[in-house]
């Protein structure tokens, strides 16, 4: 399936977690001058202490901090829920650090004093990357409130026809004749905006993997 990215979507906003502030004012500046909007944070507390925006983003984290690290905290995002995409920069950073930190999701591992123009590239990066996660994820909950519509019985014949059986083997196991299976199977093609098997398979999969 086409994922559409809404041309109304909210403006982006980029997240900045660092204990400098100095580091924060500096990248408030740059960030500024490029026209996206930046909030900014001591530490990873203080981050999750405010409500998340409902807004593509990414998220800039220092790796060594007071108190949780940068690292440590990526781990966390995912039993947090926090799919913001993720751009390290630290002053005291190695491989084994970067290895770590991009085997864990991140797109980009810079290191202090960093070039500004790079920054920027991962930054555009990272938003671009969050934009679709967020287009693929209305489009589940579309096609989530597409399935609610199907009857019972619609349901049944929908989850045996992508495991690939015939309707003749359909109507053996629901009982039903195979005119019933039939008249069902066209109808979850329709409510489900399904042209093929193959497309109806995906919208399945897509179904079964935002429950």
């Known amino acids: 399936m086409n994922i559409a990215i809404d041309p109304e979507e909210t403006p982006p906003v980029v997240h900045i977690?660092?204990?400098?502030?100095s580091v924060r004012l500096a990248l408030e500046d740059l960030l500024a001058s490029v026209g996206l909007e930046a909030r900014s944070f001591a530490s990873t507390?203080?981050?999750?202490?405010k409500d998340i925006p409902d807004a593509p983003g990414c998220l800039i984290l220092d790796v060594r901090m007071p108190g949780q690290s940068g690292l440590d905290f990526q781990r966390q995002m995912v039993s947090l829920g926090i799919s913001l995409p993720v751009i390290f920069i630290t002053g005291h950073g190695d491989v084994p650090m970067s290895v770590r930190a991009m085997k864990d999701g991140a797109i980009e591992f810079l290191m202090k004093p960093f070039d500004d123009q790079a920054l920027i590239d991962a930054i555009h990066s990272g938003i671009g990357r969050d934009?679709?996660?967020?287009?693929?994820?209305?489009?589940?909950?579309?096609?989530?409130?597409?399935h609610r519509t199907l009857t019972?019985?619609?349901d049944a014949v929908m989850e045996l026809v992508v495991k690939g059986l015939l309707n003749k083997q359909i109507a053996g196991l629901l009982h039903v004749s195979e005119i019933t299976v039939k008249v069902r199977r066209r109808q979850v093609m329709l409510k489900m905006g399904a042209t093929s098997l193959p497309q109806l398979v995906r919208i399945f999969d897509l179904i079964a993997s935002g429950r």
């Open 152 to 154: 019972p019985g619609e």
């Open 45 to 49: 507390g203080a981050f999750l202490e």
């Open 131 to 146: 934009r679709l996660r967020r287009a693929a994820e209305r489009d589940v909950t579309a096609l989530q409130a597409r």
């Open 17 to 21: 977690i660092d204990d400098d502030v």
